[in-house]
Nanobody, 129 residues
Framework: QVQLVESGGGLVQSGGSLRVSCAASGGTFSSYAMGWFRQAPGKEREFVAA????????YYATSVKGRFTISRDNAKNTVYFQMNSLKPEDTAVYYCAADRGLWRSSTWPFLSAGDYAYWGQGTQVTVSS
C-alpha cells in the first residue's frame, strides 16, 4: 500500500503563493503517476494537475494553467505543487493522489478521481481577498 501525506497548506492573501508537498511511502514511487485534486465547500472534488511517472509530462486544469506548477523528486518520494497568483476561488482542501502504477488500466492523462488508487488526507488552502 502507498501512504501519502500532504503538507504546506495555509492562509494566503489573494495574489500570493504557496507550495504544498506530498510525501509518499510504500510502493515504488517512481512507478506512479501523481495528481492533485481539490474540493471546495459545497462543491465536488475536481482535478487540478497531474504528472507522469518520470515527470516528463504534466497536465493542468484550465483554471490553474499558467499559475500552478506540479513537479516531483523521485529520489525524495515527493511531489510538489507550486501555486502562484492565488485567487479566492482557489480556496479548497487540496488532495494528493497516486495512480495504480504498473497496474494502471487507463491512458494518460489521468483526469478522473477514478484513475487514482491512493489518496492523502488533504491540506487546507485558504485565499483571502
Amino acid at each position: 500500500q502507498v501512504q501519502l501525506v500532504e503538507s504546506g497548506g495555509g492562509l494566503v492573501q489573494s495574489g500570493g503563493s504557496l507550495r504544498v508537498s506530498c510525501a509518499a511511502s510504500g510502493g515504488t514511487f517512481s512507478s506512479y503517476a501523481m495528481g492533485w485534486f481539490r474540493q471546495a465547500p459545497g462543491k465536488e472534488r475536481e482535478f487540478v494537475a497531474a504528472i507522469n511517472w518520470s515527470g516528463y509530462s504534466t497536465y493542468y486544469a484550465t483554471s490553474v494553467k499558467g499559475r500552478f506548477t506540479i513537479s516531483r523528486d523521485n529520489a525524495k518520494n515527493t511531489v510538489y505543487f507550486q501555486m502562484n497568483s492565488l485567487k479566492p476561488e482557489d480556496t479548497a482542501v487540496y488532495y494528493c493522489a497516486a495512480d495504480r502504477g504498473l497496474w494502471r488500466s487507463s491512458t494518460w492523462p489521468f483526469l478522473s478521481a477514478g484513475d487514482y488508487a491512493y489518496w492523502g488526507q488533504g491540506t487546507q488552502v485558504t485565499v483571502s481577498s
